[in-house]
C-alpha cells in the first residue's frame, strides 16, 4: 500500500497516532509531502518526528518542503560561520533549530541539512496504472520543470491549479491548509468535515493534504492510494 501524509510540522504525537492507526509494513510505502520540521507548539519534537521517519519499517519518500528548505538553509548557514559570527546571526525564526541542537551534535545536524538538500521536489510514481505526482505547494508536468519556490511555495496561478490540476496525473499536495480554502467551497469537495479535513477538486486529480498540523487546532492527515481511506491523528 501507498500512504500520503500531510504537513506534519513538528508534532511527534500527532505522526505517531498515524502510524499506529496505518500500521506499515516493510512492503508498504509512506509518502511524506513536506514541511515536517517547525511549529508545533509547546509539544513540538523535531528530533522525534526525524527519527520516527527515518525508522518506519516501509519505504520513506520524503518530499522537500519550505520548511524543511529554510532549515536546512540555516543550519548550513550557521555552521559555516565562525563562534563570533553565529552570535551576531538572527535566530532561526522558528523553534526547530535551538531545540534540535540541544539534543544532536553539528555533525548530526548538518548531514540532516544535506540530506534536506538533497530530497525531491516532485516525485512521479506509476500505482495501479494510473500516474501520480507528489510535491509540497504544487506539482508540474514532468515535462515542465519549474524553479525551486514553484514546488516549496506555489505561485499566482494556484487557485486555477487547485481547480484543473495537471492533465493526465493525480496530484498530492500540501503546504495550503485546507481550512483556508474558503473560496472554494463548492468547487473542491471536502472528504470528510470541511475544517481541517482532505479536499479534492472536482475532477479528483487534486487532492491537498495540509489539514493544520502544527497549529493548536489541527490535525495530521493520512490517505491510502489504493484504498483510499483515510486517516486523522484525533481519531485513532
Request: charged residues 25%; proline residues 3%; negative net charge.
Amino acid at each position: 500500500m501507498h500512504y500520503v501524509i500531510g504537513d506534519i510540522h513538528n508534532e511527534a504525537k500527532k505522526l505517531q497516532s498515524i502510524l499506529n492507526q496505518i500500521k506499515i509494513k516493510p512492503k508498504d510505502s509512506l509518502i511524506v509531502l513536506g514541511d515536517i520540521f517547525d511549529r508545533g507548539g509547546t509539544e513540538a519534537d523535531p528530533v522525534e518526528v526525524y527519527f520516527m521517519l527515518s525508522g518506519i519499517q516501509g519505504e520513506l519518500t520524503w518530499i522537500r518542503g519550505n520548511h524543511d528548505q529554510w532549515l536546512a538553509d540555516y543550519v548550513q548557514k550557521y555552521y559555516a560561520q565562525s563562534e563570533r559570527k553565529r552570535r551576531k546571526m538572527a535566530p532561526y525564526a522558528y523553534n526547530t533549530f535551538e531545540m534540535m541542537r540541544k539534543r544532536l551534535t553539528q555533525a548530526d545536524m548538518l548531514h540532516i541539512a544535506e540530506q534536506i538538500q538533497q530530497l525531491p521536489l516532485q516525485k512521479e510514481m506509476i500505482i495501479d496504472g494510473k500516474s501520480y505526482l507528489f510535491a509540497h505547494a504544487m506539482t508540474s508536468h514532468p515535462a515542465v520543470i519549474h524553479k525551486r519556490g514553484y514546488y516549496l511555495m506555489g505561485n499566482s496561478s494556484l487557485d486555477y491549479y487547485f481547480l484543473y490540476g495537471i492533465d493526465g496525473y493525480i496530484s498530492f499536495v500540501g503546504h495550503t491548509p485546507a481550512s483556508s480554502v474558503v473560496w472554494a467551497e463548492h468547487k473542491l469537495v471536502s472528504l470528510d468535515e470541511m475544517s481541517c479535513s482532505i479536499w479534492k477538486n472536482d475532477k479528483s486529480n487534486v487532492y491537498l493534504m495540509d489539514c493544520g498540523s502544527g497549529f493548536e487546532s489541527g490535525r495530521l492527515a493520512c490517505m491510502c492510494i489504493e484504498t483510499g481511506e483515510r486517516f486523522y491523528s484525533d481519531e485513532e
